[in-house]
T-cell receptor, first 110, second 116 residues
Framework: GIQVEQSPPDLILQEGANSTLRCNFS?????LQWFHQNPWGQLINLFY???GTKQNGRLSATTVATERYSLLYISSSQTTDSGVYFC????????????FGTGTRLTIIP | DSGVTQTPKHLITATGQRVTLRCSPR?????VYWYQQSLDQGLQFLIQ???????AKGNILERFSAQQFPDLHSELNLSSLELGDSALYFC???????????????FGNGTRLTVT
């Protein structure tokens, strides 16, 4: 099956800093989504981005499908950004059998 | 609030027992997915239902089963429970692909199962 690697595994930053999280995948994908799992365990959908670039406030994401990676940018980090960020991919257009990466744990220090 | 409702939030039971987890999808979503999140396996896809029919199967054990009812709510049944089944079980739902060509996945808050 498709392999998904996320880096770095852990990231500790001061409030206000910017960060870049990376997701590499082993095969062509038709579905790629980024999720944030907050410290209470809730999984929040951030982006659906199998290719191209999207922005939502302080967050943006870019997927370079031909090179099999995606980047999530967080600018001006806030403590509420803490948690684990997951990349999930599938060769299908739908959500069946989405494969999740192992995540990047982000800790924002006030 | 994602609109996906899961009950109960917590469940503590003994080995060998059987439990049922319940999920109500977001209004209008026909697909329901079950995921298991454990420390050693991460987030793993278990099974998907679409409008009452099983659509896809992942790493779901034979001791586990699921169904989706006519009102679209879904139940995940876990039987002959083992210590290793302790995990966070998530339900998610998504709308049909439709004209947009994409279908974002929305998760419920999960059921934390502890097997003692």
């Amino acid at each position: 099956g498709i392999q998904v690697e996320q880096s770095p595994p852990d990231l500790i930053l001061q409030e206000g800093a910017n960060s870049t999280l990376r997701c590499n995948f082993s095969d062509s994908v038709n579905n790629l989504q980024w999720f944030h799992q907050n410290p209470w365990g809730q999984l929040i959908n951030l982006f659906y981005i199998p290719s191209g670039t999207k922005q939502n406030g302080r967050l943006s994401a870019t997927t370079v499908a031909t090179e099999r990676y995606s980047l999530l940018y967080i600018s001006s980090s806030q403590t509420t950004d803490s948690g684990v960020y997951f990349c999930a991919v599938s060769t299908n257009f739908g959500n069946e059998k989405l494969t999740f990466g192992t995540g990047t744990r982000l800790t924002i220090i006030p | 609030d994602s609109g996906v409702t899961q009950t109960p939030k917590h469940l503590i039971t003994a080995t060998g027992q059987r439990v049922t987890l319940r999920c109500s999808p977001r209004s209008g979503d026909l697909s329901v997915y079950w995921y298991q999140q454990s420390l050693d396996q991460g987030l793993q896809f278990l099974i998907q239902y679409y409008n009452g029919e099983e659509r896809a199967k992942g790493n779901i054990l034979e001791r586990f089963s699921a169904q989706q009812f006519p009102d679209l709510h879904s139940e995940l049944n876990l039987s002959s429970l083992e210590l290793g089944d302790s995990a966070l079980y998530f339900c998610a739902s998504s709308p049909p692909l439709g004209d947009r060509g994409y279908s974002p996945l929305h998760f419920g808050n999960g059921t934390r199962l502890t097997v003692t």
